[in-house]
């Protein structure tokens, strides 16, 4: 697995026949961070898995852009990003382009942007994108959704003895869960993640 | 035996709406001046007509988002230590012995029931349940319940119909033994078998932690399962007459509409 950790990037990858790619986007920490990557499938059956996670906090910016060419045919892809932002100014903004050319014949790819809204005054912007040049493909898909844990869903937890903050990070745990499951992290990793996300939360007055 | 005790006095709530950022906040009085004393082991029912201000009076006592008390208090006496709730958090109310089962749960993304369950029994005993024991008691409670056990790793009250809603609602009220229970319409949208099996798990709960209860519904079938001391009317955001069970039964015929006019 490779992996961008806390900081800004720009990558380019190629992969060549049956190759696989796994990697993973990890902005956890305080800085602005900017994270370019594009990946060309030119190998025949060449396979990349690519996976995201992030939390901005107040007045931080966050920006990821991921490209994805499938050039060769049987190629597959899967982008999958979460994202958490909390306090005024907290943005993000995520672009997906995924484009299949007109020799990517079987071609499966998917990719999925989820951000989670922990209080008001914060933006997320989620744009995926799809160009299909051959029509003979496997599958081909893109979600994004923003969601928002909002003062009722807050009051039910605290109704029931949990403090705020507390409440918070059970649900951004839980809405990370699905990428600490997918990418395989090891119980170091998930530790690390969930140490910051925890510091993120714990900071706001 | 040392009673706790639940009391409201001159209690005036306005609904705040701050829908339209950028009107001024709206208000909006709801309850009038009201006045209640719950004991432990005391059950309350509150009848009267849609709109009358109940469900404010329910989500006043727990501290929900969007309720201003203009004046009055609410006043909780646990083990002979007296505190007003009006400046609490919700979580410190619910710490201090407060349960509010709504009237329409919320459900919640991201958190299964039973973990949101344990963080509950932790924050509220203040320890974390005996692992050896907790599941047990988790899945035998369901049992009773008529839940299936797979409701346990389910996200929270996601996708659940209105009947299991309240089944996790009194699995909740079971396991957490608050010192007051407010139960906001917990009869609303069950069927019989349902309901019966709801009013068990609320006396077995009653039984087990001796609370006081608040029982607000529209019908008085629920007090066939559920027997109450007093029986209180409610209506333009204020109690218009107190009896025992069998004002209950008066209104069964004679309706609202006397106090209403």
């Known amino acids: ?205 | 035996m040392k009673y706790d005790k639940l009391e409201v006095v001159d209690l005036c709530v306005c609904v705040v709406n701050n829908k339209h950022a950028n009107d001024q906040a709206q208000e909006k009085e709801i309850l009038k001046g009201v006045n209640l004393e719950i004991n432990s082991d005391e059950v309350h029912a509150i009848m009267g007509p849609n709109g009358s201000g109940k469900s404010t009076l329910a989500a006043s006592i727990a501290g929900a988002p969007g309720y201003k008390v203009t004046s009055g208090d609410i006043i909780l006496t646990v083990d002979g230590k007296t505190q007003s709730l009006v400046d609490l958090t919700a979580d410190e109310r619910a710490r201090a012995g407060i349960f509010l089962a709504q009237q329409s749960p919320t459900a919640v993304d991201g958190i299964t029931l039973s973990n949101f369950l344990r963080t509950a029994k932790t924050a509220i005993d203040g320890v974390a349940p005996n692992i050896r024991t907790w599941i047990k008691e988790l899945y035998d409670t369901m049992e009773l319940l008529k839940m299936d056990k797979s409701f346990a790793s389910r996200p929270l009250n996601v996708g659940f119909s209105g009947g299991e809603k309240k089944r996790a609602e009194i699995l909740q009220l079971e396991i957490l033994r608050p010192k007051f229970a407010i139960l906001d319409e917990t009869d609303s949208g069950l069927d019989v078998d349902a309901l019966k099996t709801v009013c068990d798990g609320i006396n077995r709960a009653k039984t087990d932690a001796k609370f006081g209860a608040l029982l607000i519904t529209h019908y008085t079938h629920i007090l066939d399962y559920i027997k109450p001391d007093f029986v209180h009317v409610f209506a333009n955001g204020e109690i218009v007459q107190s009896g025992d069970s069998t004002l209950a039964k008066k209104l069964e015929t004679s309706g609202y509409e006397q106090y209403t006019k």
Not at chain 1, 108 to 133: C, F, H, K, M, Q
Request: glycine share 8%; aromatic share 6%.
């Open chain 1, 1 to 205: 697995m490779d992996k961008i950790l806390n900081q800004s990037a720009k990558k380019h990858y190629v992969l060549g026949e049956n190759q696989v790619l796994d990697l993973l986007v990890v902005q956890m920490h305080d800085a602005d961070c900017e994270v370019d990557i594009k990946v060309d499938l030119e190998g025949i059956g060449s396979n990349v898995n690519i996976f995201g996670i992030y939390f901005a906090s107040a007045g931080q910016i966050i920006q990821n852009r991921v490209v994805v060419n499938h050039i060769a045919p049987k190629c597959t892809s899967s982008i999958l990003y979460k994202g958490a932002l909390l306090g005024s100014g907290a943005k993000t903004s995520w672009d997906g382009f995924v484009n299949i050319g007109e020799n990517a014949v079987n071609t499966d790819t998917y990719e999925t942007n989820r951000n989670l809204l922990l209080s008001e005054g914060a933006s997320a912007v989620s744009v995926p994108n799809l160009e299909i040049l051959t029509g003979d493909i496997v599958r081909a898909g893109h979600a994004s959704a923003t969601g928002r844990f909002d003062d009722q869903q807050l009051f039910y937890l605290m109704s029931r003895g949990i403090d705020a903050k507390t409440a918070q990070k059970l649900i951004v745990r839980g809405f990370f869960e699905e990428i600490i499951q997918n990418a395989e992290l090891d119980d170091l990793e998930q530790t690390e993640i969930f140490k910051q996300l925890e510091r993120k939360i714990d900071e706001v007055r």
